[in-house]
């Protein structure tokens, strides 16, 4: 399953599009804009999960990946580790940032665009406990359908 962004250049969505129309396994998505680190980028990712439990097949599955994430080991060992946590999901579990290291900047998304808006002041001191994580994470097939 695949999502172009749709800021893309027909470059990089036509190879795609064409390969796929060659390949019953390869779904392309309807094309919308991201902002990277923007909430648009999550509510993509809930469309294909909604997309891929639309399927006629169950997957084991579902980990999201950017056009940067290239495997560094044969996919015959990512297969072998996936196997091994069929049915559970994969997600980093969030932790408190200490007080010197967390977030005090401020950015909004408009327009598809994530803009700075400025800084948080006081946090540093401030009793708000700040968590972080990752957005990489494997979903299994029955917690993708918890979520959509």
């Known amino acids: 399953l695949v ?40 509510e993509v990712e809930l469309a294909a999960m909604k997309y891929a439990l639309e399927l006629p097949f169950k997957f084991d599955f579902f980990y999201p990946l950017s056009e940067s994430d290239y495997p560094l080991v044969p996919t015959s060992m990512i297969r072998g580790f996936m196997n091994k946590y069929r049915g559970k999901s994969m997600i980093k579990r969030p932790s ?9 900047n401020i950015h909004t998304e408009c327009d598809n665009k994530l803009f700075y808006v400025g800084t948080r002041p006081g946090m540093r001191q401030s009793k ?9 994470a494997a979903y299994s097939y029955q917690f993708a359908k918890y979520l959509v």
Do not use: C, F
């Open 3 to 42: 999502h172009i962004d749709a800021k893309s250049s027909t470059n990089v969505s036509t190879p795609i599009i064409n390969h796929a129309k060659s390949h019953s396994n390869i779904h392309i998505m309807e094309q919308q804009e991201l902002t990277w680190g923007g909430y648009k980028m999550i």
């Open 96 to 104: 408190q940032l200490p007080n010197d290291q967390q977030y005090t």
């Open 128 to 136: 708000v406990k700040i968590y972080s994580t990752t957005v990489w």
